[in-house]
């Protein structure tokens, strides 16, 4: 019979082989699309029935409040990996703006937030005059600032400055409508970015550029300009999650603030489905991929589980969502 109809031993095999073929594609584009929202509600779910207090309002305030720096240098991180670049400044961007926030305050707060946010310009034009015009590497352009800019912060406030002014202080405290301040300018920053990305000629170049650079020269888009004001963007945005952070604190802490959030933000984005080799911003999703890095850190937290383990489960999330990506490509 099975000489009649041409199916011979090993003609089964061949029929999975076949559709794993075809399903494999779909998953991967599912996991890459969704899998960062389906991760998110399974931690929430989980944290539901098995952490105390998990839905505490002040529970929830305190992960949303924790998570706003990153999901704001996030933002930044993905318009620059958009590119095929990377931006490893980031962290002492938010260093240096704590610094200049708190010696600029006497002349008023917002003077203060107005230098530390155009101080974080200035090193991300820096990045991305390095980038774009001197043909340097992202990872060593942004590595030589995240070791330069750290150490100018900590010139600049060597140690611990606490602050009392009100109006600086209630920018990282105060809320409108029981939702804190910072939340809202978060969600106002990433539907800014949103609406750039998908709606302007400049998101659209910057998707491009990341795609494929050389077509980009030879239809001549402004690539040189285009890769300038990522990196500033980049180092704005880093600047006022500093500002921010320090609000918050009510203490500039040049030494520690911002250590090692570049990892975070690239994991964010990463996670988020935008992939390392450009090409394809996820907005959305990198702030859900902020999120669910948050989540997870408190979720062992709750669970008495050391911080070792945090990394070790971000370290296989990160292995996954670029295995993902790079699949898909």
Do not use: C
Request: glycine fraction near 10%; avoid cysteine.
């Amino acid at each position: 019979m099975a000489e009649l109809t041409g199916a011979g031993p090993g003609a089964g095999t061949g029929a999975a082989r076949a559709r794993v073929a075809v399903l494999k594609p779909r998953v991967l584009a599912w996991v890459q699309d969704y899998g960062v929202y389906a991760a998110v509600l399974a931690l929430l779910l989980f944290n539901v029935l098995f952490t105390p207090h998990f839905l505490d309002a002040a529970n929830f305030r305190t992960q949303l409040v924790q998570v706003t720096p990153i999901v704001i240098v996030s933002l930044g991180m993905a318009l620059v990996i958009g590119t095929q670049g990377i931006d490893l400044s980031v962290g002492s961007v938010m260093a240096l703006a704590a610094a200049l926030v708190v010696m600029y305050l006497g002349y008023g707060w917002l003077p203060a937030v107005l230098v530390a946010v155009i101080g974080g310009a200035a090193v991300g034009a820096a990045g991305g005059a390095l980038v774009a015009y001197v043909g340097v590497q992202p990872i060593v352009a942004t590595l030589a600032l995240l070791v330069g800019v750290r150490g100018l912060a900590n010139v600049l406030v060597p140690q611990l400055v606490e602050f009392r002014n009100p109006d600086l202080i209630a920018l990282g405290s105060s809320s409108v409508a029981g939702i804190p301040v910072i939340v809202l300018i978060a969600a106002t920053l990433t539907l800014i970015v949103l609406f750039v990305v998908r709606r302007t000629t400049f998101g659209r170049q910057v998707v491009a550029i990341g795609g494929n650079r050389p077509a980009s020269e030879l239809s001549g888009l402004p690539v040189k300009r285009v890769l300038l004001t990522v990196y500033v963007i980049s180092g704005l945005l880093a600047a006022l999650a500093g500002v921010l952070a320090t609000a918050r604190l009510q203490a500039s802490d040049p030494t520690s603030l911002g250590l090692f959030i570049e990892l975070s933000a690239i994991t964010a984005v990463v996670v988020g489905g935008t992939p390392l080799t450009g090409g394809r911003i996820r907005v959305l999703s990198t702030v859900m991929g902020a999120l669910l890095m948050q989540l997870l850190s408190a979720t062992l937290i709750k669970h008495n589980l050391p911080q070792s383990w945090t990394q070790m489960v971000q370290a296989a999330i990160i292995l996954a969502a670029v295995y993902a990506t790079r699949e898909r490509r």
